[in-house]
């Protein structure tokens, strides 16, 4: 099974300042049709997750353009250009390549 | 619009089965795979398996084979997930999930609490 790992696990960000999330599967994620299937979610307080980025760096519909993803291979980084405090929340990475898909543990972003 | 309602929650003894159903509205249900996550209580997200509407095909994670089974009802565009001889670390929240086509999860219900004990 393919293992998830994120980091940092703990985020305290400044309202305006930038984060990034980190993820690191076990093995690559490289599709043969050239697509990296890692996919990113945010579940805020007492909802159910919602998809920010599917495919590496695709937006999902109505989420903001501060929110990028980039990376290929084993590597992958959730970017937020300018935190606002409704991002808070757990983020999680899911690999989509292969069952059975598998989840990070999570990355808890809070305002300062 | 798109809507994913799931079952109200349930309370369970140890050993039981429980079936907890997923409705569908605002898109074609043949068209998009149904995935199931759970979510114990302060943990993470883990996925459990997956249907085909379509064809009722199915994929399950390794660790539920043999005490899971999910299932669809075209008529009502719903599914079901059935977990059987539960144990008390099943207590969880159960979401369904559609599946955009490439295994992103791009609506998902409300959740639905199943507690065992």
């Known amino acids: 099974d393919i293992v998830m790992t994120q980091s940092p696990l703990s985020l305290p960000v400044t309202p305006g300042e930038p984060a990034s999330i980190s993820c690191r599967s076990s093995q690559s994620l490289l599709h043969t049709n050239g697509n990296n299937y890692l996919d990113w979610y945010l579940q805020k307080p007492g909802q159910s997750p919602q998809l920010l980025i599917y495919l590496t760096s695709n937006r999902a519909s109505g989420v903001p353009d501060r929110f990028s993803g980039s990376g290929s291979g084993t590597d992958f980084t959730l970017e937020i250009s300018r935190v606002e405090a409704e991002d808070v929340g757990v983020y999680y990475c899911m690999q989509a390549l292969e069952t059975p898909y598998s989840f990070g543990q999570g990355t808890k972003l809070e305002i300062k | 619009q798109v809507q994913l309602v799931q079952s109200g929650a349930e309370v369970k003894k140890p050993g039981a089965s429980v079936k907890v159903s997923c409705k569908t509205s605002?898109?074609?249900?043949?068209?998009?795979?149904i995935h199931w996550v759970r979510q114990a209580p302060g943990q993470g997200l883990e996925w459990m398996g997956w249907i085909n509407p379509n064809s009722g095909g199915v994929m399950y994670a390794p660790k539920f084979q043999g005490r899971i089974t999910i299932t669809r009802d075209m008529y009502i565009s719903a599914a079901y997930m059935e977990l059987r001889r539960l144990r008390y670390d099943d207590t969880a929240i159960y979401y369904c999930a559609r599946d955009m086509f490439t295994g992103d999860l791009d609506y998902w219900g409300q959740g639905t609490l199943v507690s065992v004990s």
């Open positions: 605002g898109y074609t249900f043949s068209g998009y795979y």
